[in-house]
């Protein structure tokens, strides 16, 4: 499989990224040498094997469900590049 | 008095009445504005808060209390450890005037300690990276030639904890960011066990492969500074809930009968025959000492490289989508839409190598791609892990190179991406399979420290930390000062 310049605006598309007309031929060319490294993976049987998302065992890790502080939200809207009341707030992009 | 010697040592001078927590913090500030011009090793330096800290200390020793086992040592964060109020940047232009509402796990407990943090320290933007090049802001220096790397992505904690800026370090390591650079700088770097140290307040990568570790002078320190850090947190579901041993008295110098293996496949992998062949001393070291030497064979070893550069970029990937320039971090202005708003405060937050991951990691995730990258690289994933399993059946610990390298020229691998991924070769695997690992220094080849990689069983920290400190008692002579440093060695002895 080989990434063309159309595969990088594809997912440049579906990451929110987007990347300068000369940049295009570089970065597809990176991600073939990346997935030519990958592509070694084919030659190692894992028919015996099942995914590995973890080295945890996939359990859910349950706790009581007790009331505690919490964030105080002016706290995290100081992180905000602006904030609109109890909300971060972004420019307006629909008419009223 | 002198801020490089070892915590215990400083701890007992303060004790003694020797010299006191704000003298000692003043002293490391001294250092690092004597050194820091070459170096580069913080990305935020936090003296008002440090001073404080320290004196909080002095106070309450003059008042009788009782003191925290780190009380007035200075210490860094990796800058991807989340700071209540203290700038905390990731090295990348999307956070670089973030300041976090809450405090990561790991540095809650340093403080409540009594932790004395001078400042936050240079990486590769978001942790992705071998040589702290990646950073949005600057490269970091190698304190024994500052124009190479040191390694990476915790090149700033190694440095400064290398060059003597500070006593100890926090760094992250995904894919081998707390070993390399600590092998590459001379010092000593562990590894803790996936779920070991709590992730909370660790900015995400790969959240299945990150942990947070110590980067410290010797295997005591990096002990000393894991008891506190270890331990079941109820903000990390996944951090583990077992019982934390005393790690200071497993330091027992004895190594006798401990068994362990050397995975062949581990000499090949591009590494180096002069790093190779003082690796090779090192385990002979251990040999003398008592331990059960073998050859063995991690056959699956081989791949591993290729499975984490499927996993790591698919995680960081989903990890990133977050830094769309809304709730927080960098935001462009002028555009049209709330697409454009995200796609061009990510075009212009997020560096070069950031996007080259989220671009791999999209890919591979995307439909018509995911079985073939995604399932075939945890399956196989599955098969590292099992060869580890298999031979720390047999073996306690496993013995390796750390990197295949000594610290390359700055600039020297940025052409050359395949060559620059190389660097974790024998990192790697063991984040795949969530093991506990430790990189001691084992000497020197064309004056560039060299580090041994010991790999240990789940949760077997106590194990790997005993036979590093064997080693490193018996190997005084690794234990040397930067040029850069020299001048400034009085107290660096343990």
Redesign the interface.
């Known amino acids: 499989m080989t990434v063309s310049r159309d595969d990088v605006l594809r997912v440049a598309a579906l990451a929110r990224l987007r990347f300068e007309e000369e940049d295009l031929e570089r970065l597809a060319a990176d991600m073939n040498a990346i997935l030519g490294l990958v592509d070694q993976l084919d030659r190692v049987d894992t028919a015996a094997a099942a995914p590995m998302a973890s080295v945890l065992p996939l359990v859910n890790a349950f706790r009581e469900d007790e009331p505690a502080a919490t964030l105080d939200p002016d706290d995290w809207l100081r992180a905000a590049p602006w904030r609109e009341g109890p909300f971060p707030g972004v420019p307006r992009f629909v008419e009223e | 008095m002198s801020s490089l010697g070892s915590i215990d040592r400083l701890a007992a001078g303060m004790a003694a009445g020797e010299f006191t927590a704000v003298e000692l913090a003043r002293e490391a500030l001294d250092r690092i504005a004597t050194l820091d011009g070459r170096l580069n090793s913080f990305v935020t330096l936090t003296p008002e808060r440090a001073l404080a800290q320290a004196e909080a200390v002095d106070n309450a020793r003059t008042r009788g209390e009782t003191l925290g086992p780190l009380a007035g040592i200075p210490m860094a964060l990796k800058d991807n450890l989340c700071t209540r109020g203290i700038l905390t940047t990731c090295s990348s232009r999307a956070l670089k005037n973030?300041?976090?509402?809450?405090d990561a796990t790991a540095w809650c407990r340093l403080e409540a300690a009594g932790a004395v943090l001078l400042g936050k320290t240079n990486l590769d933007e978001f942790a992705m990276g071998s040589s702290t090049e990646n950073s949005a802001f600057f490269p970091t220096g190698n304190p024994w030639d500052p124009g190479r790397v040191p390694g990476g992505s915790s090149g700033g904690s190694a440095a400064a904890v290398a060059s003597g800026e500070v006593v100890y370090a926090l760094g992250s390591d995904t894919g081998g960011s707390i070993r390399q650079p600590a092998a590459l700088t001379g010092v000593v770097g562990l590894k803790p066990t996936?779920?070991r140290v709590s992730r909370y307040g660790l900015v995400a990568f790969a959240s299945?492969l990150d942990q947070v570790g110590p980067l410290a002078r010797t295997v005591a320190d990096c002990a000393r500074v894991l008891q506190v850090i270890a331990g079941h947190d109820?903000l990390d579901?996944?951090s583990?809930p077992a019982a934390v041993p005393d790690y200071v008295p497993s330091l027992t110098g004895d190594v006798r009968g401990l068994k362990i293996g050397v995975p062949t496949e581990y000499f090949g992998m591009g590494v180096d025959p002069e790093v190779a062949s003082l690796v090779r001393a090192g385990i002979e070291v251990l040999a003398g000492l008592g331990a059960e030497v073998a050859e063995c064979s991690l056959p699956?070893t081989a791949?591993a490289?290729?499975?984490y550069?499927?996993l790591a970029p698919a995680e960081a990937?989903s990890n990133l989508?977050r830094y769309?320039?809304?709730?927080?971090?960098h935001?462009a202005t002028g555009?049209?839409?709330?697409?454009e708003?995200?796609?061009?405060s990510?075009?212009e937050g997020?560096g070069a190598e950031v996007?080259?991951r989220?671009?791999?990691g999209?890919?591979?995730l995307?439909r018509g791609?995911y079985d073939?990258?995604y399932?075939?690289?945890?399956?196989?994933?599955?098969?590292v892990?099992?060869d580890f399993e298999q031979a720390l059946g047999r073996f306690d610990l496993l013995a390796s190179p750390t990197s295949p390298e000594v610290a390359f020229a700055r600039g020297e691998r940025a052409g050359d991406?395949?060559r620059m991924?190389m660097a974790d070769a024998c990192t790697i695997p063991v984040n795949l399979?969530?093991l506990p690992a430790i990189s001691v220094p084992c000497g020197f080849s064309r004056g560039l420290p060299v580090g041994l990689q010991l790999i240990g069983r789940?949760l077997a920290e106590a194990t790997l930390l005993r036979a590093a400190h064997a080693y490193e008692a018996a190997t005084p002579q690794w234990r040397r000062v930067p040029p850069l440093a020299a001048g400034q060695e009085r107290g660096w002895e343990t």
Do not use: F, N, W
């Open positions: 973030h300041v976090p509402p809450y996936y779920g299945s109820p579901s996944t583990l699956t791949h490289l290729a499975a550069y499927v990937s989508a769309d320039g809304v709730s927080y971090g935001r555009g049209r839409d709330l697409e708003l995200y796609t061009r990510r075009q997020l996007k080259r989220i671009m791999l999209t890919y591979v995307s791609y073939a990258y399932l075939k690289a945890q399956r196989v994933r599955a098969l892990s099992a991406l395949l991924y399979a969530g789940q």
